[in-house]
């Protein structure tokens, strides 16, 4: 178990964003969907490229100016299954996946805890 932050998130964007589209960047092809206009995004190989020559300081602004939207750097919960708008959350490790948990169910589940005791 361990906590993590809009910075880890942000440090792991490129990664993350490697580990989703390799298919397409390490081929040099791109996506195509059928009936999807993918003109006004650039290909995913450059925006991979761009992660990687981000700013260690960067922030989730910079991010979302190179990829086209903000939810890269957003803390989603898979508990209750929002966008967390805390900065922090924890992960931990369950049956071979990374689980991410918000404050709210953390703090709700402690309540149902320590109401049973």
């Known amino acids: 178990m361990k906590l993590i932050t809009e910075k880890d998130i942000i440090r792991d964007v490129a990664k993350v964003w490697h580990k989703q589209y390799s298919k397409y960047i390490d ?46 750097t957003k803390i989603f919960c898979d508990v209750c299954g929002e966008i967390s708008e805390c900065k922090t959350a924890v992960q931990f490790h369950v049956n071979y996946e990374d689980v991410v948990m918000c404050r709210k169910c953390i703090i709700k589940a402690l309540n149902i805890i320590l109401q049973s005791e």
């Not at 092809?29 to 020559?53: C, G, R, T, W």
């Open 27 to 72: 081929s040099g092809e791109d996506i195509n969907v059928a009936n999807f206009d993918m003109s006004h995004q650039k290909p995913s190989k450059q925006i991979y490229e761009e992660l990687l020559n981000l700013d260690p300081n960067a922030a989730a602004a910079d991010i979302a100016s190179i990829i086209g939207n903000d939810s890269w």
